[in-house]
């Protein structure tokens, strides 16, 4: 199957990159501890033709200087980009396999978790795409990329995966890509002097928040660690092999929720994350009291104040949200390519609520204070001093999230269903591996659905289908309470989705 009118990916000559160091951040992401790559599975409608796809990649990927470039290791320890030839034979994976295999989803499961003990040769450009043409419960065919993040983050990459799309409804027309728009303390109503003093206290409070988290992000980097529970490894925790499960959600439902409390979707993901992983860890702790005891677990097993944080990862670019890759290519464009991220150290209340909705009223006063904070342009500027102490503070700072319990990560994906190269898909799941955590959990939207998406160290979660059932299950019981409140108070629900 070829795509009709595909245009290849235009980048200028000022972009070029050839003989430029590598970023500060993208030389984090090859520290002997956090050496990242990010998969991206999508699973297609149809049958994957792989000559068109290669075809394809040569008009759209190959023409991305960091998909066409080496990184390579200086005498001074320096690394650069050095523009190569690509062979795409040695990118594109196309395995025989069997169309009438027993059981073809953990085959494809077990695929994307063996290729995340393996990393890819420096001696080509750090990328390559595997097509798996076996039927599955989800998809006729699916692909899977493999990018070393030192190429780009989520932002970057899902740009350019966008930009190699069209609408599955309309061939010729790039998708919608999703908005999303920042606070600005000045857009107030009101009269002007309560406007002003309404901004200098955002200020002030601006100030205060970013000089604290600052404060506890030194202090995770020295010696604050979080709680040691089931889903956190014991230090020092390198990469280890992953175990990537992913299970869909309805977007509906979520959008339900947040209409219903007055809140984003955003804060209803971390209540759904925070519900679940109370579930999970309530039981976990249960297994072992019973195990110990010989006896029957209590309703609540968990322990009393536990610390368990995630490091958040936070879009740096001025402009939000996915960009146009045309833009981001540009010289001097606000929305850049690369990898312009810094991280958040975000509580997760691990507690049992009767009420479900609780965990979307905990997720909007976290999520209230971090959006008022400076914390993740902190995190950004110790990566980028780090240069200067390459031999102790590089390693450091890679590793600071590993004292967190997760890593998480929130991309909006495209609006509507696309077609990629032509071939339509059904669903997108975007994960990690190499990070110095047992568990990262993304969620990407995809027209009217949500993936949930983990990575998982087995060795530490032998069950990470059970993590997701519950993460189901929690949104669910999320929805039913407030069905149930719209049916007991209407004019109050009203209200709010009106707000």
């Known amino acids: ?25 993208a030389r984090m992401f090859h520290q002997p501890r956090s050496n990242v790559y990010i998969i991206i599975i ?78 890819i040769s420096m001696s080509m450009p750090l990328w390559d795409v595997h097509l798996l043409n076996v039927k ?24 350019l995966l966008l930009s190699c799309t069209r609408k599955a409804s309309d061939p010729e027309a790039l998708p919608t890509i999703p908005s999303v728009r920042r606070r600005n303390p000045s857009n107030y109503g009101g009269l002007t002097y309560w406007q002003f003093l309404l901004k200098l206290w955002c200020w002030v409070l601006l100030c205060w928040n970013t000089t604290v988290d600052s404060l506890i992000s030194l ?13 956190k490894g014991t230090l020092p925790l390198g990469p280890t092999p992953r175990r990537f499960v992913h299970r869909t959600i309805s977007l509906d439902d979520v959008k339900l929720v947040k209409n219903a409390m007055g809140t984003t979707i955003n804060d209803v993901i971390v209540a759904i994350t925070q519900a679940g992983l109370s579930s999970y860890l309530n039981r976990k702790y249960g297994d072992d009291e019973k195990d110990n005891q010989g006896g029957e677990r209590n309703n609540n097993n968990l322990p009393n104040n536990i610390r368990f944080r995630a490091a958040l990862f936070v879009n740096l670019r001025p402009s939000a949200g996915i960009q146009d890759f045309d833009d981001m290519t540009r010289t001097n464009s606000k929305a850049r390519w690369g990898n312009h991220i810094g991280y958040v150290l975000f509580p997760l209340k691990i507690a049992l609520r009767d009420d479900p909705l609780d965990y979307v009223r905990d997720a ?3 999520g209230d204070r971090k959006k008022a904070t ?44 696309i077609s990629y190269f032509g071939f339509p898909v059904n669903f997108i799941a975007v994960s990690v591996y190499g990070q110095p955590n047992a568990l990262m959990i993304h969620v990407l939207s995809y027209a009217n659905k949500m993936k949930i998406i983990l990575s998982a160290d087995e060795d ?3 069950d990470p289908h059970r993590l997701c059932d519950d993460f189901q299950n929690s949104l669910e019981l999320m929805k039913n309470a407030v069905i149930t409140s719209k049916k007991a108070n209407p004019q109050l629900y009203k209200q709010r989705s009106n707000m």
Not at 3 to 10: K, S
Not at 98 to 112: G, L, R, T
Not at 219 to 231: A, M, R, V
């Open 374 to 417: 400076l914390e993740a342009n902190f995190t950004y500027l110790m990566a980028k001093l780090a240069r200067f102490f390459p031999k102790y503070f590089t390693n450091k700072i890679s590793c600071l999230p590993s004292r967190t319990t997760i890593w998480f990560s929130n991309v909006p994906g495209p609006a509507e269903e």
């Open 460 to 462: 530490i979660i032998p």
């Open 136 to 159: 599955t419960s989800e998809a006729e065919s699916t692909g899977i990329i493999r990018i070393h993040h030192s190429l780009g983050d989520g932002i970057s990459l899902m740009s």
């Open 42 to 119: 999508m699973g297609f409608k149809t049958p994957i033709n792989p000559l068109a796809f290669k075809a394809s990649l040569r008009h759209s990927l190959l023409k991305h200087p960091r998909f066409s470039s080496l990184q390579v290791v200086e005498n001074d320890g320096e690394m650069r980009w050095v523009r190569t030839e690509v062979n795409l034979d040695n990118h594109v994976k196309v395995p025989v396999l069997d169309p009438n295999m027993e059981f073809p989803d953990k085959f494809v499961e077990d695929y994307a978790s063996n290729l995340s003990k393996t990393t």
């Open 219 to 231: 202090g995770t980097f020295f010696f604050l660690e979080d709680t040691k529970t089931p889903l």
């Open 364 to 366: 909007k006063v976290a």
């Open 1 to 25: 199957m070829e795509m009709e009118g595909l245009r290849p990916i235009r980048v200028s000559k000022e972009d070029s990159e050839d003989g430029q160091p590598l970023s500060p951040i």
